[in-house]
């Protein structure tokens, strides 16, 4: 299973012009150690398991559908439901 090609960032956190790392300096060395470890694992068979059990049941599960029971009362009846795309954490 092989992560197509994504650009990544220079040893400064840049995607050409573009971007760095804005972070304290004494968080330097552990965002270092995260990054080193992040491009160590991410083209294993086991991280793209995991990373597409996490994209097919967390991200991309169906928003919940939540009866708005007050609302529905409220506007004199009708059944009203709210799709709940704020509980999709993407």
């Not at 790392?21 to 294993?44: G, H, N, S």
């Not at 049941?57 to 609302?71: E, K, M, N, Q, T």
């Amino acid at each position: 299973m092989q992560m197509p090609d994504i650009p990544m960032p220079d040893e400064h956190g840049f995607f050409g012009k573009y971007g760095g790392q804005v972070i304290p300096p004494e968080l330097k060395a552990i965002m270092d150690e995260i990054t080193a470890a992040y491009r160590e694992i991410r083209q294993t068979e086991a991280f793209q398991l995991e990373l597409r059990a996490l994209q097919r049941d967390y991200i991309g599960r169906p928003s919940a559908l939540f009866h708005a029971r007050r609302l529905s009362d409220r506007l004199g009846g009708a059944q009203i439901f709210l799709k709940r795309e704020d509980l999709n954490h993407t």
